[in-house]
């Protein structure tokens, strides 16, 4: 099983041309990159639970029974008596999606050090990613969870930065450290890295990331698809699928829980497995990723795909 931690949330996806000026309809759709690649991981068929806070209201109930009927494991949510956080998401030309947070008591920021579990042989690996990572006191709980298990568990991260959220970068980069120094495997996109280090190309940012602990780094980078950064085999590019882009709603989180199905679907979702792969492996590990990214991108929102869909 897979761990995944961070947020549960709702996005509202404007529909501009559904009502009459000055009015404006909304579709509400349940999101949050955690929970996301945590169904993700499910419709790929691996086991998944997602560890966090999660509202007790209406839509905290709706956002429970959406994991149940997806097969994610909620026995380490903690209810809180907050409001679901939402995120109102409008799409720019390209069907790239525009995000604005509306959520100041996150239940999904409330998880404390004391509240995490304790984990039998049955979890494989803990992923962690988004804005969770920098929101107290659920900041410093995920970086005591990826301190203490990982010299057990597969570590995975994928930074996914809200400025919006946390428009402090130099908090970023000073959690994010934390988190790298303790991860096996980063996945990160061209625009988060160009944000954090603005100095830096990307590439010159990913490369900052590999050390003995963290041997592969994987950059994705849209329509032009990913670079990949190993510290035993070099850097090499892996292009994009060509297709007709919907939206890009859910690509990297869809990404991220094909990586992880790949690992587990060949034996390699350990800490010291991760270096032990060879070249061919992580480009058959990265293309995987994109098939199942490139089918997300033609679908209108993140409707994730299921493990039949990349037979």
Known sequence: MFLVCGEALFDFFVEPDAAAWPRLSYQAVPGGSPFNVAIG???????????????EDYLGRQLLEVLRRENVDDNLLKRRALPTTLALVGLDATGHPQYSFYGDKAPEASLTEGELPALDDSVLGIHAGSYSLVRSPTAEA????????????????????????????ARWREVLA??????????????????????????????????????????TRGGQGASVFSAAHGEWHVAAQTIAVVDTV???????????????????????AIGQLDKAQIDAMVRFAIRAAAITCTRRGPDLPRRADLA
């Open 41 to 55: 991981l499910a419709r790929l068929g691996q086991r998944s639970a997602l560890l966090g806070g999660i509202s």
């Open 250 to 272: 859910g690509a990297g989180d869809t990404f991220q829980a094909a990586l992880l199905c790949w690992l587990a679907e060949h034996d390699h979702a350990r800490p010291d």
């Open 142 to 169: 995920l970086q005591a969870l990826v301190i203490r298990e990982c010299q057990q568990r597969l570590i995975t991260l994928d930074p996914n930065i809200r400025l919006n959220v946390e428009p402090d970068l």
């Open 178 to 219: 934390v988190h790298a120094a303790h991860a096996h495997l980063i996945k990160v996109s061209d625009e988060d890295l160009t944000l954090l280090y603005p100095e830096d190309t990307p590439a010159a940012a990913a490369r900052r990331w590999l050390s003995p602990n963290c041997p592969l780094v994987i950059m």
